[in-house]
């Protein structure tokens, strides 16, 4: 007998036929003598829609009566969800993140879990119930709601899973599972059988939308095996783990990510500090920055350009002129017509062949790279925006349709 946990997403419990399908599932789990705890996010657009509603009443309300009236969805979900479960004849029960003690900070609208108590769940269990748990939510120290962020159920159901210590955790969504790219754009993608945590961290942060990318996380922490699967189709999906038996010489995946902007100082001094002069006045500022490149020194001044998010841009270039003066620069070059392509890999450092590929897939598609940036399993270049596309379908092939 094994423990697994289920999470399903919005879209998989989103009407009454879906909730069936659902706890059909579910019960085939049960039935087949595992315990089983389940987590539901919120039906279909319902966290959307109690925004709205609340944007209705008071666009300004305080984060902790968004927590109130968000974590309702969750609630809706597992009732219902339980109330299918006791039609089919089965022992079963639903629990709110209160109930069972999911503790979390006290950061209303994102949230941390710190712990999870396990009498609750373990009773239930010990009396072979199913045990469907409100994903997205936990309770802080004063008893309040709170809420994990968007798309906090891929984590709370993560997080139970290592709290139980679970045999496995599986995450059934509208997708069959991860692919070597977004298959909407190139038909050809693949789906993997297996990917290794680190992968599915860098393609997650990239740009890919499969999985909350703190579960992923915490699944590498806890060694929570897991794996994304469709709850429409029965078959395998993708399983994420810490080593995978993937061919080492392709890579796992091309991601896209164009919500990037680029600023270029122009004409620092060339002397020691300035590097750091200008990326602790931006991380005072919480701005993140990702690429960074400094150009070859002239004589007696350099260039250092680097990534802030779209949204950041504007912010940044007001922090920097208002700074012009310390940091001595020239002037400022802004560019949010560019876009990230990258390409990940667990084996992609230790063979220097990958980098080369991509970037001839790139030459042959005269596509211009911009800058280049690797991590130990990751190579990203910046191109124009509208080269994006393009780039990603060129690299794909490269990668994938040629043999
Ligand atoms: N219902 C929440 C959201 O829409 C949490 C989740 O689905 O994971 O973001
Ligand atoms: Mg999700």
Request: proline share 1%; charged share 25%.
């Amino acid at each position: 007998m094994s423990l697994i946990v289920q999470k399903f997403g919005g879209s998989s419990v989103r009407d009454a036929k879906h909730m069936r399908n659902v706890a059909g599932i579910i019960a085939e789990t049960y039935l087949e003598g595992n315990d089983v705890i389940v987590v539901l996010s919120a039906q279909g657009d319902t966290t959307d829609d109690l925004i709205t509603k609340a944007e209705e009443i008071n666009p300004h309300a305080s984060k902790r009566e968004m927590d109130m009236l968000l974590s309702t969805g969750e609630q809706i979900s597992v009732s219902l969800c339980a109330m299918a479960l006791e039609a089919m004849g089965l022992p079963c029960v639903s629990l709110a993140a209160w109930q069972v003690g999911i503790q979390s900070t006290n950061v209303h609208s994102d949230a941390r879990i710190k712990k999870i108590d396990s009498e609750r769940i373990q009773a239930e269990l010990d009396q072979h119930r199913i045990v469907i748990v409100t994903g997205f939510q936990g309770v802080d120290r004063q008893g309040d709601v709170t809420t994990l962020g968007r798309g906090g159920s891929d984590t709370s159901a993560v997080a139970l899973a290592a709290a139980f210590r679970a045999d496995l955790c599986r995450i059934y969504t509208d997708v069959d599972g991860v692919y070597t790219t977004d298959p909407r754009m190139v038909p050809s993608a693949r789906k993997l059988e297996e990917i290794t945590y680190d992968e599915m961290l860098e393609l997650a942060s990239q740009g890919a939308q499969v999985l909350h990318n703190r579960s992923v996380e915490l699944a590498k922490k806890f060694r929570v095996k897991l794996e994304v699967l469709s709850s429409l189709e029965r078959k395998p999906g993708t399983k994420i783990k810490e080593v995978t038996k993937v061919e080492k010489t392709n890579i796992a995946g091309v991601a896209k990510d164009t919500s990037i902007a680029r600023i270029a100082l122009i004409g620092l001094r060339h002397n020691p500090g300035v590097a750091f002069q200008v990326f602790d006045l931006l991380s005072k500022h919480n701005i993140n920055v990702d690429v960074i490149l400094q150009s070859i020194g002239r004589q007696d001044s350099k260039d250092i350009t680097f990534t802030v998010h779209k949204k950041d841009l504007e912010d940044t270039e007001q922090i920097l002129e208002e700074h012009k003066e310390a940091l001595k620069f020239d002037h400022i070059e802004a560019d949010d017509d560019i876009g990230k392509v990258s390409i990940v890999g667990a084996g992609l450092m230790s063979n220097c062949g990958v980098a080369a590929k991509m970037f001839e897939a790139l030459y042959e598609a005269g596509i211009n790279i911009q800058m280049i940036n690797t991590s130990e399993i990751r190579v990203s270049v910046l191109l124009d925006e509208e080269d994006v596309n393009r780039a990603v379908k060129a690299i794909h092939a490269k990668f994938f349709d040629e043999v």
